[in-house]
């Protein structure tokens, strides 16, 4: 996040923002997942609960397409506390900005990557280069933020056993022997295991087990 800071400062945004979509539970400060705005500003966003009115996070929930500030919908007649969203903004140097909504097409919600100046520059070559820019950094946070999902062991328990006393050094016939199984099995266990592993051998086989953690050494 410094080096995005340090990159978007080149074209004149001096605050960013990264985070996860409404969805009417979640309150803003746990959905945040990167935060580079003032800090004045974000105890007061946070405080008032300004994103419930915040024309630009409210347009992030209808378009799938990257935006200016002043192009999300506001009527300033009918929506006063939008307007003023927008308006003490620009006291801390957020006059104008650029917002990239992020929608997860696995169903589970989305983000927004919003960055902000004063005067920062908006041609649309920049637009370019802030938008895979902010992709790019969401991709690493989310990934960062996100646990890794259990994954479902690929071999069999049998298949574990014999490939961990392989990597212990035994043969086929010895570990029949302390499994009580025939070498005949044992082998076909073996066989089975370096099929599922996509291995050309058996020591191939033990060595992605170990580096998957299917097996792990006794």
Request: proline share 6%; net charge positive; aromatic share 8%.
């Amino acid at each position: 996040m410094k080096l995005f800071n340090q990159s978007i400062a080149e074209a004149g945004f001096n605050a960013y923002v990264m985070v996860g979509l409404p969805d009417n539970v979640t309150t803003f400060p746990k959905r945040l997942m990167a935060n580079g705005w003032p800090d004045e500003w974000a105890d007061l966003y946070i405080k008032e609960n300004l994103c419930d009115v915040d024309p630009v996070a409210l347009h992030c929930m209808r378009t799938v397409d990257p935006f200016d500030w002043n192009t999300a919908p506001l009527d300033p007649a009918r929506e006063r506390k939008a307007l003023s969203v927008m308006q003490r903004a620009s006291d801390f140097r957020m006059k104008h900005g650029f917002c990239v909504p992020i929608h997860y097409g696995d169903g589970s919600g989305g983000a927004a990557v919003s960055i902000a100046g004063d005067q920062p520059d908006l041609a649309k070559g920049v637009r370019s280069a802030m938008l895979l820019m902010s992709l790019y950094a969401h991709h690493r946070v989310r990934g960062l933020l996100t646990p890794p999902r259990p994954r479902k062991p690929l071999l069999t328990a049998r298949e574990r056993e014999v490939l961990t006393w392989c990597a212990a050094g035994k043969s086929s016939w010895e570990i029949g022997r302390i499994l009580n199984i025939s070498q005949h099995t044992a082998d076909a266990h073996f066989k089975s295991a370096v099929k599922k592993l996509k291995a050309p051998n058996r020591l191939a086989a033990v060595v992605l087990a170990l580096r998957t953690g299917e097996i792990s050494q006794l």
